[in-house]
């Protein structure tokens, strides 16, 4: 019963890690092509937000496995 607990606390910050980084790469397009901040969009701002989103939703499973593992 301990193992289960442990592994649904582990895919729940798995899942909102998962979707803080689109949640990120939405925002980031957002402020690139729109007048939320600055007149015409800020597309280097929003360029940085929406890499940086689209690397954590994809690479953070590895990350938080290699850290579970050991």
């Known amino acids: 019963m301990n193992d289960e607990i442990e592994w649904r606390r582990r895919f729940r910050v ?12 939405l925002i ?7 007048d939320i901040l600055k007149p015409g969009g800020w597309p280097l701002l929003g360029g940085i937000l929406a890499i940086t989103g689209a690397i954590e939703a994809v690479l953070i499973g590895r990350y938080l496995k290699r850290s579970w593992d050991e």
């Open 14 to 25: 798995f899942a909102a890690l998962r979707i803080a980084g689109v949640l990120l790469f």
């Open 28 to 34: 980031g397009t957002a402020i690139a092509f729109t």
